[in-house]
């Protein structure tokens, strides 16, 4: 009688598996040692950014445990949905390469912001009010003097005279450009303008020479230090104009 020596098929069956699934699980690990390695984002060129520091917007974009992957990045941006930043239209990232990332800011121009009911609403320069938060961000001036009963988010703030906002955002830009930092802007009811730097406010009157006012303002306002009161120059005409200093 002849016998079979031959190996069981059940065992080769089972040791073919056991190959194909280590060889499977080092595919994957070298898989992920260069996804790692060749996929991870070592450079980013981050741009238009002023509210926020480079540093808190690649903390945003490339948030997570997979933030800095490349892959993930991509896919998140193909078929996720963007965050909604505050004070930012959108922000457009592009990857460069495997490991670098260019991204463009596009923040909202906000022209001020006011006080209402423990909030602060920050509006462009069409008066429409854009965000509102609980704490006050830097480099954005302090509005007062203007009336109103009610405001409403991603609507026009409801004062009379619209054009005051983009004088407004006319004035920031020209503080902005001269840098200085005022605390607050206020209007009267007739929307004369007083600047608040510190115990110095600036009576500025109408918008006639705004920017001339303005200008002037940087060379005085340094010898007005540790000084209280108020800077009359509403009355001014053009150069050669003289300002006078009301002690409190």
């Known amino acids: 009688m002849a016998v079979d020596y031959s190996a069981d098929p059940d065992k080769k069956s089972g040791l073919g598996l056991l190959i194909g699934l280590l060889i499977t699980i080092l595919i ?10 060749r996929f991870t984002i070592t450079s980013v060129d ?4 002023e509210h926020y520091t480079a540093e808190q ?6 948030a997570g445990k997979y933030g800095h992957n490349s892959i993930y990045l991509y896919l998140k941006g193909r078929f996720g949905k963007a965050d909604e930043v505050p004070f930012i239209e959108k922000m457009d990232v592009e990857l460069l390469s495997p490991t670098a990332v260019k991204i463009r800011v596009y923040e909202k121009a ?8 423990g909030h602060y609403l920050y509006f462009d320069k069409d008066g ?5 938060s609980n704490e006050k961000v830097a480099g954005i001036p302090f509005v007062t003097g203007l009336d109103f009963d009610h405001i409403t988010l991603h609507e026009k703030l409801p004062i009379d005279r619209e054009e005051i906002f983009k004088l407004i955002l006319n004035i920031t830009q020209l503080l902005t450009k001269y840098k200085l930092n005022t605390d607050k802007i206020y209007f009267d009811k007739n929307y004369n303008i007083t600047l608040y730097f510190g115990d110095v406010r600036v009576y500025l009157g109408t918008s006639d020479h705004i920017d001339e006012k303005i200008n002037r303002l940087r060379f005085i306002l340094p ?16 150069e050669g104009d003289k300002f006078t200093f009301t002690n409190d």
């Open 46 to 49: 981050i741009t238009g950014n």
């Open 128 to 132: 429409i009010v854009v965000e509102s």
């Open 28 to 37: 994957v690990c070298m898989a992920i040692i260069v996804i790692k390695t």
């Open 223 to 238: 010898e007005l230090t540790a000084r209280s009161g108020v800077l009359h120059m509403e009355n001014y005409t053009g």
């Open 110 to 117: 906000v022209a001020g912001y006011v006080e209402y009911l």
């Open 57 to 62: 917007i690649e903390n945003r974009v490339l």
